[in-house]
């Protein structure tokens, strides 16, 4: 059960397409569903993947995920509650501020990290700034993919070959080296 939570236009969508079909090539029943909060406009998108022997349903309940994928601090608070005891919170230390702290109706909260870590198994890294090093910000989810990737039973080269057929094909070579950054942090 994996939850990938960001903001619209932060790639959550490819990345729920990159893990969807990663299951399917290792001969797992899958099931993807993806919820959009007027993600066009920053708001909160959450996929849910998936996977195994044989899935009923695409939605994974609260304290049931394996893994959380979080793109943003804040969306990683939002949606902690999902996670399994033993669960994996992998989480771009990024901000972006939602409308409310935007027009002034309400704060970013101090110390999200440092409070998820006193409940959760907390992986972060500053994918974006990482990214950035390799030159195309946007590739930033593939960074934090490949740290998600060491909780998961999948060989770099199934990664690989997913990542190929699924980005466009002009960027596969940085979603690799993006993807290659967060495996080996």
Same mark, same amino acid.
């Given at each position: 059960n994996?939850?990938?939570? @960001?903001v619209?236009? &932060?790639?959550?969508?490819l990345?729920?397409?990159?893990l969807?079909?990663l299951? #399917?090539a290792g001969?797992?029943? %899958? *099931?993807?569903?993806?919820? /959009? @909060? !007027?993600? &066009?406009?920053?708001?909160?998108v %959450?996929?849910?993947v998936?996977?195994?022997?044989? $899935?009923? =349903?695409?939605?994974?309940?609260?304290? &049931?995920?394996?893994?959380?994928?979080?793109?943003?601090?804040? =969306?990683a608070?939002r949606?902690?509650?999902?996670?399994k *005891?033993?669960?994996?919170? %992998? $989480?771009?230390?990024?901000?972006?501020?939602? !409308?409310?702290? %935007?027009?002034?109706?309400? =704060?970013?909260?101090? /110390?999200? #990290?440092e409070?998820l870590?006193?409940?959760? *198994?907390?992986?972060?890294?500053n994918?974006?700034?990482e990214?950035k *090093?390799?030159?195309?910000?946007?590739v930033?989810n593939?960074?934090?993919?490949? #740290?998600?990737?060491? /909780?998961?039973?999948f060989?770099?080269?199934?990664?690989y070959e997913? #990542?190929?057929k699924?980005?466009?094909? +002009?960027?596969?070579?940085?979603? +690799? +080296?993006?993807?290659? $950054?967060?495996?080996?942090?």
């Amino acid at each position: 059960n994996i939850m990938i939570v @960001g903001v619209g236009g &932060q790639g959550t969508l490819l990345t729920s397409r990159i893990l969807g079909g990663l299951a #399917i090539a290792g001969g797992y029943d %899958v *099931k993807l569903s993806e919820v /959009h @909060g !007027m993600a &066009q406009r920053g708001g909160s998108v %959450v996929t849910f993947v998936r996977y195994g022997e044989n $899935v009923a =349903e695409p939605i994974v309940e609260e304290g &049931q995920a394996d893994v959380i994928i979080a793109f943003e601090r804040l =969306e990683a608070l939002r949606y902690a509650h999902f996670l399994k *005891k033993d669960g994996a919170l %992998v $989480v771009n230390d990024w901000r972006i501020d939602p !409308m409310p702290v %935007v027009i002034g109706a309400a =704060e970013y909260p101090d /110390h999200i #990290i440092e409070d998820l870590r006193e409940r959760h *198994k907390v992986y972060t890294v500053n994918a974006t700034e990482e990214a950035k *090093k390799l030159g195309n910000p946007r590739v930033f989810n593939l960074v934090v993919l490949g #740290i998600a990737a060491q /909780h998961m039973d999948f060989t770099k080269e199934q990664w690989y070959e997913v #990542i190929e057929k699924t980005v466009p094909p +002009k960027t596969i070579e940085i979603n +690799k +080296k993006a993807f290659d $950054v967060g495996y080996h942090l």
